[in-house]
């Protein structure tokens, strides 16, 4: 069940009713129901490992809290063994058995517990955002040993804190002193921020079905067999996976933003428009900010920062980054492309002055447009060249489709590829032309909409159309909704993407 599912849309609005109609006390103990029956909807055999872990981790940290000296530390380590075994456990397990014939024993005993993800080949099927909520974990428990707040006392308000249907498949990872304080609370109905998370959640399913499903169809079939396409079809399959992840992304932080602030939950912002940054530093802070803050708290900082040195900063920053692609996914394409961010940050710290005198010798402003336009070009480049080892099968695969790329450059033949695969997903050739036509249009629309989102106050798009004139305001009405039902149509009828958040899968 994704937030873009009709079972969604059946499950939510109970959801508010239960949690608006329970008494206060109980409200909690509601949301936590809830959140386990979205949980069992998508990886219903996985259920008990989330609950076993939320159990465990509570209960070390009480007694934790309660130690001192040496017991402390080895309380924090048994916390830190739990979730991090967990985590990486199934995540080499999931490698391992990626590819097993489906007709072996182990295959057999799997599905018959509900582990496969069928097809032609085997696949386990990931328990539901377990890099998510290993990782909010791990930082509670972090931050009850240093003392930054007690424990939670309550098993019941940490587990909802933990296993928060908007929060468990794609983030952001929350952190206990910004949501627990808010879940001891008795929350009130707030009709005054409806109009604000409903246009919220509206822009997030617009981002998701009109415009990253849509692209899916190119990037699939692009990065499915790389070697059958040269030229700019490859950039255009690079592409089309960069903003399909990108408005993916996007899209499912505004819905889980939308339905908590419908709950009376406030949840931390964590994605602002991250293709209009200007280094990669700044990429950084707007992509994924609560995993890019995680990093910095609880790996970066620890390591030593910036306090040691150069040669030591580089080193943490490298070894950060390799975390962070390892927590992506187990294999040599995401400690690749963890690496490669790791170089940018150690390149452009290294030639922050060289670049500095650069600018002066173009009589460049470095705050200047021009200096803007092309900082925000070299940093577009280098996210996307990421992006093509993030995606590809094998290192052999975005190696080719980087190296390959400007060979036999022809803009007939990018159509052709373009044609035909969207005939490969409809045949009539009126109809994919058609859904050519508007994934181009839903696509320019999403970045117009994200170019007043990176000028709104806070990245705040939903509180930017609100005030904005009557005509202006009721005209994106419409064309949301215009979006949204034809996306949703396209991905429901004509064509076959996965209506499942990229970000599900880490």
């Not at 508010?16 to 409200?27: I, N, Y």
């Not at 386990?36 to 008990?48: D, E, K, M, R």
């Not at 428990?141 to 498949?169: T, W």
Request: charged share 15%; net charge positive.
């Amino acid at each position: 069940m994704s937030f873009t599912s009709v079972s969604f849309f059946l499950f939510f609005p109970l959801t508010l009713a239960l949690a608006w109609l329970v008494p206060g006390r109980r409200q909690n103990a509601a949301l936590l129901a809830a959140s386990y029956a979205f949980y069992a909807c998508n990886t219903p055999a996985w259920l008990p490992l989330l609950v076993l872990d939320s159990a465990a981790t509570w209960a070390l940290c009480r007694r934790m809290d309660a130690a001192q000296g040496a017991v402390r530390r080895r309380r924090l380590l048994g916390v830190l063994g739990v979730n991090l075994g967990l985590l990486a456990g199934v995540k080499v397990l999931g490698a391992a058995l990626r590819g097993l014939a489906p007709d072996s024993p182990s295959a057999r005993a799997l599905e018959g517990l509900g582990l496969s993800g069928g097809g032609d080949t085997f696949s386990l099927v990931l328990p539901l955002g377990i890099s998510f909520f290993t990782v909010q974990s791990i930082g509670y428990a972090v931050d009850v040993y240093r003392q930054a707040y007690a424990p939670e006392r309550s098993f019941v308000r940490f587990a909802l804190f933990v296993s928060f249907f908007p929060l468990i498949a794609s983030g952001p990872i929350a952190r206990g002193a910004h949501l627990l304080p808010q879940l001891r609370r008795t929350r009130a109905l707030r009709t005054d921020r409806a109009a604000h998370a409903l246009l919220t959640f509206a822009l997030g399913f617009f981002s998701k079905v009109a415009v990253a499903d849509l692209l899916a169809v190119f990037a699939n079939a692009v990065f499915g067999d790389v070697r059958a396409y040269t030229g700019l079809s490859l950039t255009m399959g690079l592409l089309a996976y960069g903003f399909q992840l990108y408005f993916d992304f996007s899209g499912y932080s505004l819905m889980a933003l939308a339905t908590a602030e419908l709950l009376g939950l406030d949840l931390p912002r964590n994605f602002h428009t991250p293709y209009f940054a200007r280094s990669i530093r700044d990429f950084w802070g707007r992509w994924h900010i609560s995993f890019s803050s995680w990093l910095r708290d609880y790996i970066y900082i620890p390591l030593g920062g910036n306090r040691k040195g150069k040669a030591r900063k580089y080193l943490n920053l490298l070894a950060t980054f390799l975390v962070s692609g390892l927590w992506h996914g187990v294999g040599a394409t995401y400690l690749v492309w963890g690496a490669l961010h790791g170089v940018y940050q150690i390149i452009g710290d290294a030639t922050g002055r060289l670049r500095g005198r650069v600018y002066q010798a173009l009589h460049w402003d470095r705050e200047g447009r021009a200096a803007a336009v092309w900082q925000w070009l070299c940093t577009f480049c280098l996210v996307q060249i990421g992006w093509a080892f993030f995606r590809a099968g094998s290192v052999g695969d975005a190696a080719y489709l980087l190296t390959h790329q400007w060979r036999g450059v022809s803009l007939s033949a990018l159509w052709a590829d373009v044609q035909s695969i969207a005939a490969s997903f409809n045949a009539k050739p009126l109809l994919a032309l058609a859904f050519l036509a508007f994934t181009a249009c839903a696509a320019v629309f999403a970045l117009a909409l994200d170019a007043v989102r990176f000028r709104a106050e806070h990245g705040d798009l939903a509180a930017r159309l609100l005030t904005a004139p009557a005509a202006v305001r009721w005209l994106c009405y419409y064309a949301l909704v215009g979006c949204c039902f034809i996306g949703w149509l396209l991905n429901n009828g004509y064509f076959a993407t996965a209506a499942s958040f990229l970000y599900n899968n880490f």
